[in-house]
C-alpha cells in the first residue's frame, strides 16, 4: 500500500469513528473507561478497524459469511462480499431469527440494539494485540440448545479473559432453530445442506478464522473451542464432522456432551411437520425460500406449542457432512489428538427440570412428596416403580438427610447430563489419544434462598471472569472473584498448552477409567477420585439420555 493511499484510509477511518460514535474522545462504555480507535486490520474481505479499551482491541460484527436469506436460506454458507475503504467493527452484528428466549431478560442480557435478521454470519474478536504475536485463540459457542442465542451476550465479552491470559477471544453466531437445521434433503435433494446448515456456519467461521486471525494477534494453528449447554453440544457434533478436522486443537465441553445427533428419518418427519404448518405441501418445499421469516418463526412457534421443539431441529446424521453419531458407540477417530476438558455443574437439575415441565416435578419441586418422587423418577428414567425405588435408595445412602427434591435434582443431573459427560470422557480416553480432563464446578449461587444450588449455566460467567455481569444468578460475593480467576485462567492454560494446571488450582491429573480424576471447581478446588461412582454404576444401563 503506498504512503498516500496509507494516509487516506487513516484519515478515512478516523472519520468514521469520530462520527459514528460522536467522537472517539466521548466515547465511553457505562463504567466510563473511554474508547480509542484500534489499528487498521486487513482480512480477506477488505479493511476493518474496531477500539480499544483498556489495552484490549475490540472488533465487533465482523462477517464471516454472506446473507443467508433469500437464496442463501437453506444453503451451506458462503464467503462475504468483499469491500472498500474502511469497515467499522465496534458494535455487535445481527443475531439469528428465533423465537423469544425462554430465559429471564434479567439473566440473559444481550444488546436491545442489535438486529435479529439472516445476515448473522459473524464474529467478534478481543485480542492484546495486532501484533502477529501468536496467541493461542479461544472460541466461545454459545448455548441455547439450538434454537436460540447468540455471541453478544454480556457474560461472554471476552475483555477480561484475554488481557488477563494473552489469549485471542472469539464469539459468534450462526443460523438456528429451522434456519439452521430444517432437514429437507429427503424431501428435496436441492437441499441437501440444510440440515446441518447451522453447523456448516460454524466450519465456515473456523475457516475464516484459520484465514484471517494471524493478523489479529492470533495462532491459527493453536484453536480451542470452548462452549455451554447448546454450545457444548455443537462442539461435540462439530467433531464428528470430517470438515471440521484440523480446524480446531482442543476442545472444552462445559453441560453439553452430546454423544447423538437425530437420524436422518426423526429429522425428516420433523420438517414434513414444519411444512405442514406453514400451509405447504411437500412438492413446495422451495417456496419455503420466499416466505418471510416472520413467517417461518411464527409457524415454530404453533409447533413449540405441540411439542418439546428444540428437539426437533438439531443437528442430522445425513450421511455426508455429519456421516455416524459423534461420540457414538465411540469417539470420533479424526478427533484422536483433540485434547479436551468436558464437564458438569453439581446441580444442573435445579434449572433444567423446570424448563422440562411438571411431568417431572414441577419448575422446582420444592414440595415433593416421597411418591412424587417415586413417579418423577421413573418418568425421567423409564424405570419401574420398583427400579426407581432402588435407584433413588442409592442416591439416599451419599445423602441420608436429602429432601425428596434434592435427591430429584442430583438423579436429574445425572440423568440429564453427567452420564453423557463421563460416557464422552471414557470414550475419548478409550482411544488413547490427547488426554481429557473432568470437572464438576460445585460453587452454589446464593441467590433465590440457595434454591439454584450449582444449577445449569452457574459456571458461564467464571469461565470468562465477567461474575460482576451476572449478578442475577451469582450475587454480589467476594469469594466470586479468585474462583473466576482460576477458572478462567485453567481453561486459558489448556487453551496455550493442552493442560489446564496452574499455581491456583491443585494438581488436576487427566481423567483415566481406574482412577477417575475430576476437579471439584467451589471456594475449595479439590480433586475426588471418581465422585458419584455408585450412583454412576446405577445409571449406566440406562444410556445416553436425550436432552442433547
Not at 58 to 66: L, T
Not at 119 to 134: E, F, K, Q, S
Not at 225 to 251: D, N, Q, R, V, Y
Request: aromatic fraction near 8%.
Amino acid at each position: 500500500m503506498t504512503s498516500f493511499s496509507r494516509r487516506r484510509l487513516v484519515g478515512a477511518s478516523a472519520a468514521w469513528f469520530a462520527g459514528g460514535v460522536s467522537g472517539c474522545a466521548n466515547y465511553y462504555r457505562a463504567d466510563g473507561r473511554a474508547r480509542t480507535p484500534s489499528n487498521l486490520v486487513t482480512t480477506s474481505e477488505g479493511i476493518v478497524q474496531g477500539y480499544v479499551i483498556d489495552g484490549v482491541a475490540v472488533f465487533k460484527g465482523v462477517h464471516y459469511g454472506a446473507d443467508t436469506g433469500g437464496a442463501g436460506r437453506f444453503e451451506r454458507p458462503r464467503a462475504p462480499a468483499r469491500w472498500d475503504g474502511v469497515r467499522p467493527a465496534i458494535r455487535f452484528g445481527p443475531r439469528a431469527p428465533h423465537l423469544p428466549t425462554p430465559v429471564p431478560k434479567f439473566i440473559y442480557v444481550d444488546d436491545p440494539n442489535v438486529p435479529e435478521n439472516e445476515d448473522c454470519l459473524v464474529l467478534n474478536i478481543w485480542t492484546p494485540g495486532v501484533d502477529r504475536a501468536l496467541r493461542p485463540v479461544m472460541v466461545w459457542i454459545h448455548g441455547g440448545g439450538f434454537a436460540f442465542g447468540d455471541g453478544g451476550v454480556k457474560w461472554y465479552e471476552g475483555e477480561n479473559l484475554a488481557r488477563e491470559n494473552d489469549v485471542v477471544v472469539v464469539t459468534l453466531n450462526h443460523r438456528l432453530n429451522v434456519f439452521g437445521f430444517l432437514h429437507l434433503a429427503g424431501l428435496d435433494e436441492r437441499f441437501a445442506d440444510a440440515g446441518n446448515a447451522g453447523m456448516l456456519d460454524l466450519i465456515r467461521a473456523l475457516e475464516w478464522l484459520r484465514e484471517n486471525i494471524a493478523t489479529f494477534g492470533g495462532d491459527p494453528g493453536n484453536v480451542t473451542l470452548f462452549g455451554e449447554s447448546g454450545g457444548g453440544a455443537k462442539i461435540s457434533t462439530l467433531m464428528g464432522m470430517p470438515a471440521a478436522a484440523g480446524l480446531f486443537h482442543k476442545a472444552i465441553v462445559q453441560s453439553g456432551s452430546a454423544l447423538r445427533a437425530m437420524s436422518g428419518d426423526a429429522a425428516t418427519e420433523a420438517a414434513r411437520q414444519f411444512i405442514r404448518q406453514c400451509g405447504l405441501r411437500e412438492g413446495e418445499v422451495a417456496r419455503l425460500q420466499h416466505m418471510p421469516q416472520s413467517a417461518l418463526l411464527a409457524a415454530l412457534a404453533v409447533l413449540e406449542e405441540k411439542n418439546q421443539v428444540g428437539r426437533m431441529f438439531a443437528p442430522v446424521v445425513d450421511g455426508a457432512h455429519l456421516p455416524r453419531d459423534p461420540f457414538e458407540p465411540s469417539a470420533p477417530a479424526a478427533m484422536a489428538n483433540v485434547a479436551m476438558i468436558i464437564g458438569t455443574t453439581q446441580d444442573e437439575a435445579t434449572v433444567l427440570l423446570g424448563s422440562l415441565g411438571d411431568h417431572v416435578g414441577g419448575p422446582f419441586a420444592l414440595f415433593l412428596s416421597e411418591q412424587e418422587l417415586l413417579q418423577a423418577v421413573a418418568r425421567l428414567t423409564g424405570l419401574s416403580a420398583e427400579e426407581s425405588s432402588e435407584l433413588v435408595t442409592v442416591y439416599r445412602r451419599a445423602r441420608p438427610h436429602a429432601k425428596p427434591r434434592d435427591l430429584l435434582y442430583a438423579i436429574g443431573t445425572d440423568r440429564l447430563m453427567r452420564m453423557n459427560a463421563i460416557a464422552q470422557a471414557e470414550r475419548k480416553v478409550e482411544q488413547g489419544g490427547a488426554p481429557v480432563f473432568m470437572y464438576i464446578f460445585a460453587w452454589e449461587q446464593p441467590v433465590f434462598f440457595g434454591l439454584m444450588k450449582a444449577g445449569h449455566g452457574v459456571d458461564v460467567a467464571f469461565s470468562f471472569n465477567n461474575v460482576d455481569y451476572n449478578r442475577p444468578m451469582l450475587g454480589d460475593g467476594a469469594d466470586r472473584y479468585e474462583i473466576a480467576r482460576n477458572w478462567s485462567k485453567a481453561l486459558a492454560c489448556f487453551a496455550r498448552s493442552g493442560s489446564p494446571n496452574h499455581d491456583g488450582l491443585p494438581q488436576w491429573p487427566a481423567y483415566e477409567a481406574d482412577r477417575r480424576a475430576t476437579m471439584i471447581v467451589d471456594r475449595q478446588c479439590r480433586v475426588e477420585n471418581d465422585p458419584g461412582g455408585a450412583e454412576r454404576e446405577a445409571l449406566r444401563h440406562l444410556g445416553p439420555s436425550g436432552l442433547m
